[in-house]
């Protein structure tokens, strides 16, 4: 029973160092854990999809949005799926600075990340674009 769901977040401490610390240790857990997903930061949001065995994804959720790195955790999207997208990433990057600004202009208003005033079907037509493009670095 596969389920992807999709949060954004705001970064305490957005430095580099702090996003590979992050990133490190997901990638090790997730392995274990049959998660793979994506997260997307820029200028001090996150939007991170993950997606795995309902049960693993509630609890990392749960996890998560106990983490003190962060704040202002939201729900974007949550659903039953029959197959994963991002099934070859522990869990991939996307830099949003490194992304090219039309990108980002097509589903918002400025070329930013702001997952907070878009639906979260916007967001993942974000997600969908990003991978289009291959925007997303990692391995699994
Ligand atoms: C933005 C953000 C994204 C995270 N993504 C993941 C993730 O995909 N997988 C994971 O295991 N932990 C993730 N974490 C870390 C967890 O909140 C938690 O620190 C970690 O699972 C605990 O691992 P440990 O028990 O090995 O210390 C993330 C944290 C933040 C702030």
Not at 48 to 60: F, K, M, N, T
Not at 89 to 114: F, P, Q
Request: charged share 20%.
């Amino acid at each position: 029973m596969l389920v992807r769901l999709l949060y954004a977040s705001r970064a305490v401490e957005p430095t580099q160092s702090a996003i590979e610390d992050i990133l490190g240790s997901a990638r090790q857990h997730n392995q274990q854990q049959g998660v793979t997903g994506i997260l997307v930061y820029g200028g001090g949001v996150f939007m991170q999809a993950i997606e795995g065995g309902r049960q693993v994804v509630s609890d990392l959720y749960g996890t998560i949005q106990r983490d003190a790195r962060h704040q202002d955790v939201v729900l974007l999207h949550y659903e039953e799926i029959l197959e994963r997208r991002f099934g070859g990433w522990a869990m991939g990057l996307v830099d949003v600075g490194r992304v090219n600004a039309s990108v980002l202009l097509k589903y918002s208003e400025r070329a930013e990340l702001n997952p907070y005033a878009v639906s979260g079907k916007v967001s993942m037509a974000l997600l969908e674009e990003l991978m289009a493009t291959a925007s997303i670095v990692g391995h699994t």
